[in-house]
């Protein structure tokens, strides 16, 4: 087993949810949601130095089928753009499909929205997409534990890696 920080980022169309490992990289916390636009990638990169992240863990929603659909194809631009960005940090994609359904059945069964504010549809969907970024990371995680192989599919860097 790897350790090392990793960081998981769940691209969506409005919202990245992140996520971080401890250094073990045993478990899995949620970190932060970020808008999707303008210095999204700027936020990624400064939470890779400030936690030290050995590699970024990129949420890929395949279809079901295993193909690659419009929401697939722009999990990999996202990532593309990571890597070069990140370089030498390595970028994985890994399938998440089922993580936001997965998140939002254990937030829903076992955790309260309770706060100011918490109750609001945007707020909740703040916790979402944290949540999924931490089911995304803690099955990658596991699955490695498991297979003594990192997860997923290296994104190369347009760096020449």
């Known amino acids: 087993m790897r350790h090392g920080v990793r960081l998981a980022v769940d691209p969506g169309n409005a919202r990245i949810g992140v996520a971080a490992s401890d250094p073990s990289g045993t478990l899995a916390s949620p970190v932060e949601t970020i808008p999707r636009g303008r210095g999204d990638v700027q936020r990624i990169a400064t939470l890779v130095l400030e936690r030290e992240a050995r590699e970024i863990v990129v949420g890929y929603p395949a279809s079901l089928s295993g193909g690659e659909g419009p929401a697939a194809r722009s999990a990999r631009e996202f990532a593309n753009t990571l890597a070069a ?7 994985r994609l890994v399938d998440e499909r089922l993580t936001t359904v ?24 703040s916790v979402i997409d944290q949540a999924a970024a ?9 699955q490695e534990r498991s297979t003594g192989q990192p997860p997923g599919e290296i994104v190369r860097s347009s760096q020449g890696e």
């Open 85 to 91: 960005l990140l370089h030498p940090v390595p970028v």
């Open 102 to 125: 997965t998140a939002q059945s254990q937030l829903l069964s076992g955790a309260s929205f309770s706060g100011r504010g918490a109750r609001s549809g945007r707020a909740r969907r």
């Open 134 to 142: 931490t089911v995304l990371l803690q099955s990658a995680l596991d």
